[in-house]
């Protein structure tokens, strides 16, 4: 089930990766004589309400969040280290801050308070990046638990003793006693931002159009006579729920928070 699994997600990343040459047009490409048509040849998942083809927007919006996902997630563990390392009680208060903030209405003003002619580049980055900024505090109350432990380890104040300077102590020793917790932190924020885009992206706050991502395609899902007339409205939301079993399957104790 593993190999499966894993398959399933290579082949994922590969076609989010290759999309400019798997995608048999360019994503913001219309066909006016064909709005909201069913599967024909040429576009074997037909085409949305203005002419767009919807495979080839499928697998861009894959290809979105293949790339931005696990850079948001990168933020987020950088951002954590970095604020982990200070001092316990600055960096439990801090934590314990950002934890308490409702994100969803700060990502409400700031999209309100964007100029309308912004860019979709612009708030592709935007959403991604506060993501990844909103989304430390989570694996900073793990990384700043594990410090405070390697603190009262024997082989930290040997270390010390045999006067090796805190800087060689963080990377030959603190770092390796870390990494595993780093790697299982990053793999859990990339499915909880893939998720958040795809709610944001239902409320039109993700990334927006024309852009494709996983969340606005799903937006078409509120007419359930859309989805009768053309199933293939479901193709999203099915890649979506693939991608988190197959997450699930390799990593049974993840549990996603965000």
């Known amino acids: 089930?593993?190999?499966?699994?894993?398959?399933?997600?290579?082949?994922?990343?590969?076609?989010?990766?290759?999309?400019?040459?798997?995608?048999?047009?360019?994503?913001?490409?219309?066909?006016?004589?064909?709005?909201?048509?069913?599967?024909?040849?040429?576009?074997?998942?037909?085409?949305?309400?203005?002419?767009?083809?919807?495979?080839?927007r499928l697998v861009y919006a894959t290809?979105?969040?293949?790339?931005?996902?696990?850079?948001?997630?990168?933020?987020?563990?950088?951002?954590?280290?970095?604020?982990s390392s200070l001092a316990a009680w600055?960096?439990?208060?801090?934590?314990?801050?950002?934890?308490?903030?409702?994100?969803?209405?700060?990502f409400m003003i700031l999209r309100s308070k964007l100029p309308l002619n912004t860019s979709p580049e612009v708030l592709l980055v935007l959403t991604f990046g506060l993501m990844g900024i909103a989304g430390w505090a989570f694996p900073s109350r793990i990384f700043s638990a594990a410090i405070r432990e390697m603190g009262k380890s024997g082989w930290l104040l040997q270390a010390r003793a045999a006067g090796l300077s805190p800087v060689r102590i963080a990377m030959a020793h603190a770092g390796p006693h870390l990494w595993s917790l780093v790697l299982a932190q990053f793999r859990v924020l990339i499915p909880a931002y893939v998720l958040s885009e795809a709610s944001l992206g239902l409320l039109g706050l993700g990334v927006p159009d024309p852009l494709p991502s996983w969340g606005n395609l799903l937006r078409e899902l509120q007419h359930p006579y859309a989805v009768q007339a053309n199933p293939w409205l479901?193709?999203?939301?099915?890649?979506?729920?693939?991608?988190?079993i197959s997450l699930e399957v390799l990593d049974p104790s993840r549990r996603v928070a965000i």
């Open 1 to 56: 089930m593993k190999t499966l699994a894993t398959g399933f997600l290579l082949l994922i990343v590969l076609m989010g990766l290759a999309a400019p040459w798997i995608a048999p047009y360019e994503y913001e490409r219309q066909f006016r004589d064909l709005p909201a048509a069913g599967p024909q040849p040429g576009h074997f998942m037909g085409t949305d309400d203005v002419g767009r083809d919807r495979f080839s």
């Open 63 to 83: 290809r979105i969040s293949v790339v931005f996902a696990p850079t948001a997630a990168l933020v987020s563990i950088m951002v954590a280290l970095l604020i």
């Open 234 to 244: 479901l193709a999203p939301l099915a890649l979506l729920i693939a991608v988190m």
């Open 90 to 106: 600055p960096a439990r208060l801090l934590t314990s801050i950002f934890l308490s903030l409702p994100w969803i209405f700060l």
